[in-house]
T-cell receptor, first 114, second 110 residues
């Protein structure tokens, strides 16, 4: 079974702090994704990566950066957390690079920024 | 970009009932997936179904690509079916990113 893990289930941070969200997958998938989920808005793509050291902006990249130094790990960074970044963050991975691959999701991190 | 609309937004049913969830999309797609998010937030892929019909136990899905919609059927609902169901698509003319609908929240009452 594919396993995608995220470093924290719940996180509370203060405005202005630098926040790191870690995601690890154990199935040697090439593709990894970071989404945020907000009520009434569904899931929105923040960043994604098709290979090590490669990253592409999604639909809402402002205020975020990412790092993919190893194939299995994809980190989301909030350089200076703000209250409007309070959300549920979901990581996903999928094999290959084509459009017809199922995405597998981690359990999510609920981030509260005070 | 491609628009994905799901209906109904909320659905409350008695255990044992059947339900149909709908997903409409605004452009041709080469990837359509249905997901279930349980009350603890975990998203599980149910079907990869850009066209045709698939069945998995009490769940089945049909996508009519030419008419730009997909349906998810749940028969003999159980309380464990509760949660939010998402449809997500990749536009045939797009950039290979999944675009999600806003979901249908299903509540099954014992």
């Amino acid at each position: 079974d594919v396993k995608v893990t995220q470093s924290s289930r719940y996180l509370v941070k203060r405005t202005g702090e630098k926040v790191f969200l870690e995601c690890v997958q154990d199935m040697d998938h090439e593709n990894m994704f970071w989404y945020r989920q907000d009520p009434g808005l569904g899931l929105r793509l923040i960043y994604f990566s098709y290979d090590v050291k490669m990253k592409e902006k999604g639909d809402i990249p402002e205020g975020y950066s990412v790092s993919r130094e190893k194939k299995e790990r994809f980190s989301l960074i909030l350089e200076s957390a703000s209250t409007n970044q309070t959300s549920m963050y979901l990581c996903a991975s999928s094999p290959s690079g084509g459009p017809d691959e199922t995405q597998y999701f981690g359990p999510g991190t609920r981030l509260l920024v005070l | 970009g491609i628009q994905v609309e799901q209906s109904p937004p909320d659905l409350i049913l008695q255990e044992g009932a059947n339900s149909t969830l709908r997903c409409n999309f605004s452009d041709s797609v080469n990837n359509l997936q249905w997901f279930h998010q349980n009350p603890w937030g975990q998203l599980i892929n149910l079907f990869y179904i850009p066209s045709g019909t698939k069945q998995n136990g009490r769940l089945s899905a049909t996508t009519v690509a030419t008419e730009r919609y997909s349906l998810l059927y749940i028969s003999s609902s159980q309380t464990t079916d509760s949660g939010v169901y998402f449809c997500a698509v990749v536009s045939y003319f797009g950039n290979e990113k999944l675009t999600f609908g806003t979901g249908t929240r299903l509540t099954i009452i014992p």
